[in-house]
Structure formats: structure tokens, C-alpha cells
Nanobody, 127 residues
Framework: VQLQASGGGLIHAGDSLRLSCAAS????????MAWFRQAPGKEREFVSA????????HYANFVQDRFTISRDKAKTTVYLQMNNLKLEDTAVYYCATDQLPADPTSFATTSDEYDYWGQGTQVTVSS
């Protein structure tokens, strides 16, 4: 599967942005779709994930109810709505899929557990 991330940009602190991740084919119902991010000089970190089949979601603690992940099955697209963005949210955001996970009831939060990655989209938050 190929993933195409889009929607990044340069915005001011406090603004909102919606990222999109389009999959080249329909994910399997047990697949997990996720967003990670990587800031300069830092390791890639988990942001949020959604179970493609039933829509269960999981978030990193730092999201603090500011971000919402969702999916549109008809468009085979996953979204990340980001509100009240902060300077520290500046990063390249990547979408990824954990295809046919060993345990579909849980969410993987480390990048090595994900099989396919999009190219990343830059989000820059300025003061």
C-alpha cells in the first residue's frame, strides 16, 4: 500500500490544521493507521492511531485533547485535525499503517511496528 500525506504548512500558534493521508487501496479491517512526527534533532514519536475497521482511537499524552484522528472509508483517507497548535508541534508529520497487526485490539506506538509509511508533510508553527 502507498500512503500520501498532505495538508502541512506554516501557521501561527493557536491556529488549526488538518492533515490527510490517502491510502492507495482500502486497508484491511484490522489495520491500524497512525500519525507520527519528527522534529529536527529528535526521534520520531507517536501522535495518534485509529483502527480502520471499528474506528477506535489512541493518542499520545502530549496531544491533550487538541488533536482528533478520523477516517473516511469511502475515500480510504485518514485525517488528523490539529487545534490550538503550539510551537513544539513543529515537525514533519508522517502517516503509517500497521498492516494485519499481531494484536488488532491494541495500538502499536513505536515506529518499527509499522509496515508502510507516507512521505511526510511539514508542519511549522510560528509565534
Amino acid at each position: 500500500v502507498q500512503l500520501q500525506a498532505s495538508g502541512g504548512g506554516l501557521i501561527h500558534a493557536g491556529d488549526s490544521l488538518r492533515l490527510s493521508c490517502a491510502a492507495s487501496r482500502r486497508p484491511f479491517s484490522v489495520d491500524i493507521m497512525a500519525w507520527f512526527r519528527q522534529a529536527p534533532g529528535k526521534e520520531r514519536e507517536f501522535v495518534s492511531a485509529i483502527a480502520w475497521g471499528d474506528g477506535r482511537t489512541h493518542y499520545a499524552n502530549f496531544v491533550q485533547d487538541r488533536f482528533t484522528i478520523s477516517r473516511d472509508k469511502a475515500k480510504t483517507t485518514v485525517y488528523l485535525q490539529m487545534n490550538n497548535l503550539k510551537l513544539e508541534d513543529t515537525a514533519v508529520y508522517y502517516c503509517a499503517t500497521d498492516q494485519l497487526p499481531a494484536d488488532p485490539t491494541s495500538f502499536a506506538t513505536t515506529s518499527d511496528e509499522y509496515d508502510y509509511w507516507g512521505q511526510g508533510t511539514q508542519v511549522t508553527v510560528s509565534s
